[in-house]
């Protein structure tokens, strides 16, 4: 007797077609991805690497910042901390070390990022960079993975092109993503601990502009306290040591910073909607105003997130959700992104649910566009594109949960 056709279930061309392009991420396909990925990390690496030792001269690299970094620490040693504000008296002393110096280094931060630098002021100028990198990766590392590290992941984390930039040009990317990292990894278990890194991370406030957000939409009253006690007992440590003078010079600067940012630093350095805006043609004041309009939507949709719980996806919403939400950021500020991505991973492995291929395009597309990025101009707009689409992901599967995480506040 042939089969009644008419009951029989039908699948759709289209569903076929769309499970065929998903994959779970096991471990031997994690192992695979992996492999491929870090054959790229380590092409971009042998490109951008050589040229920075190839360009020493002695130990001093009078174009890579941390000879800012290092000039800031014998600054505020020797010197008037206040008067590290005042910009032309700081490139004058920044000439008596490296008379060749070509370039303007102004110190943009608040004075309580100057406890972070001050001991690199005693060192050599080698020695300190050779330890600035070292101990700002080994923290970046550990508050990424804690003890609990697997060799491919680490070595990803390690090669990613975010974490190369950052080591490479001596930047403080990895200091502030470490405390920012840890803390939010942290401040379930230990909310006391974890709300101390977060308030430490206020050495570089803007990265931490969507933190207060999250942890008053989670519910996370113990952390936020923690957060806040920390920042202000930082800041009287730094008045105290420094002068509290210091805290107005820094005040006074800030929008003649801003202004300097717009007209003397390249946009290129720049991942920021803003930056991508004004390279398409757009008025700088335009810019601003869209900009606002994203980092507004930004927090609202982080704090979102949050509300439904402090699982990997609502972190790495905010961590991916930071280069959007703020003007002022650079490549170097991004080792953070490589652990938002590294969230989504692991939450694709734990859930063990399917990866479309478009979606696992987006998620390679996050970790190479600062590579891109970094070795043309023609495609400036890859970061900002990436950073987008990355974001979307992120909280398309965060809301597609269909369940709220248990916090623990």
Known sequence: MAPDTATQPTVSPTIVASRRLQFRLTPRTT??????????????????????????????????DFFAQWSFARFARIGDAALIYQ???????????????????????????????WPLGWLP??????LWDGVTLALFLWAV???????????????????????????????????????????GERPVLGGVLLGLATI???????????????????????????????????????????????LGQLAGHAEYLDRSVSNYLKPTIMANLVLFGVAVPVAHAIQACVGVTVAAIVWLCFRRGAGDLSIAALQVGTFLAV????????????????????????????????????????????????LTTRFFYVDGVSL??????????????????????
């Open 125 to 130: 100028y080698g020695t300190a960079y050779l």
């Open 327 to 374: 003007p002022y950021v650079f490549r170097y500020d991004m080792p953070m992104l490589a652990n938002g991505i590294l969230l989504l991973v692991r939450n694709r492995q734990r859930t063990r649910r399917p990866v479309r291929l478009i979606e696992a395009g987006i998620i390679v597309l996050g970790l190479l566009a600062p590579a891109v990025t970094t």
């Open 204 to 250: 570089k406030p803007q990265l931490g502009v969507l933190v207060p957000l999250a942890l008053i939409g989670a519910g996370y009253w113990r952390t936020l306290a923690a957060a806040g006690m920390t920042a202000v007992l930082l800041a009287v440590a730094t008045g105290l040591v420094f002068g509290w003078e210091v805290w107005p010079a820094w």
């Open 145 to 187: 993975f804690g003890t609990h590290a697997r060799s491919v992941m680490v070595w990803l984390v390690l090669l990613a092109p975010v974490t190369i930039l950052a080591l490479i040009q001596g930047q403080n990317g990895l200091l502030t993503s470490a405390l920012l990292v840890g803390g939010m990894r942290l401040m």
């Open 87 to 117: 910009a032309d008296a700081l490139h004058a002393f920044q000439l008596t070390l490296e008379p060749a110096l070509r370039q303007t280094f102004p110190f943009p931060y608040p004075p309580s990022y100057l406890f972070a630098i």
């Open 31 to 64: 192992r695979l991805l992996g492999a491929v990925l870090l054959l790229g990390f380590a092409g971009f690496a042998w490109r951008v690497v050589p040229p920075v030792v190839r360009g020493a001269r002695g130990y001093y690299l009078a174009f890579s």
């Open 388 to 409: 987008v689409v990355l974001f979307g992901l992120v909280v398309w599967w965060r809301m597609d949960e269909g369940r709220v995480d248990v916090g623990h506040p």
